[in-house]
């Protein structure tokens, strides 16, 4: 089974400080995603990757950045946390023309 | 950009009833997923479908691709398909990598 692994699934971070949330997949899969899931808004694409070192913005990139060094990881960072950014973040990845989604378990970030 | 609709937003109902969850999207689409988020869980892909009909079990997934809409139904309710369930469209963006929209979700409970 393709397994999606998020490295945190509960975070509490103070405003101001610097977060890292890792993703890892071990299926070789090509394109790898990163959502924010809000009540009421659903899932919102923050960043995506097809390949290693390619980065492309989704739909709410400001405030944060990724990277993609190695195939199975994909980063997302939070230079500067603020409250707004409290949130459910949702890792996914997909195999090239394929599509079947794949998810972690979530990472709930609260910044105070 | 699509615009995904899904209707209800909230859907209780009693244990056997036969349910039946709608989404509509606004552009032309290459394929459309249905998921699976229980609570605190990560999200579980159903189905993914371009034309006609798919069954899993009690679930079932069908798409009119000229009225834009899908629909997800559940067979025979059990209190465990509590949950909420996501439609999600992919679609082709200019200039690259495909696009990909969720719908809001719809949350269910069967009760006993």
């Known amino acids: 089974d393709v397994k999606v692994t998020q490295s945190s699934r509960y975070l509490v971070k103070r405003t101001g400080e610097k977060v890292f949330l890792e993703c890892v997949q071990d299926?070789?899969?090509?394109?790898m995603f990163w959502y924010r899931q809000d009540p009421g808004l659903g899932l919102r694409l923050i960043y995506f990757s097809y390949d290693v070192k390619m980065k492309e913005k989704g739909d709410i990139p400001e405030g944060y950045s990724v990277s993609r060094e190695k195939k199975e990881r994909f980063s997302l960072i939070l230079e500067s946390a603020s409250t707004n950014q409290t949130s459910m973040y949702l890792c996914?990845?997909?195999?090239?023309?394929?599509?079947?989604?794949?998810f972690g378990e979530g990472s709930r970030l609260t910044v105070l | 950009k699509n615009e995904v609709e899904q209707s209800p937003q909230n859907l209780t109902a009693q244990e056997g009833e036969f349910i039946t969850i709608n989404c509509s999207y606004s552009?032309?689409?290459?394929?459309l997923h249905w998921l699976q988020q229980h609570p605190g869980g990560g999200i579980v892909s159903l189905f993914m479908?371009?034309?006609g009909k798919k069954k899993h079990g009690r679930l079932i997934a069908t798409i009119n691709i000229q009225e834009k809409h899908s629909s997800l139904h559940i067979t025979a309710s059990h209190p465990r398909d509590s949950a909420v369930y996501i439609c999600?469209?992919?679609?082709?963006?200019?200039?690259?990598?495909?696009?990909?929209?969720f719908g809001k979700g719809t949350h269910l409970i069967i009760q006993p």
């Open positions: 552009v032309g689409i290459s394929a």
């Open positions: 999600a469209v992919r679609y082709r963006r200019g200039g690259g990598a495909d696009g990909l929209t």
């Open positions: 479908l371009s034309s």
């Open positions: 996914a990845s997909t195999q090239g023309g394929l599509w079947e989604l794949f």
């Open positions: 299926m070789d899969h090509e394109n």
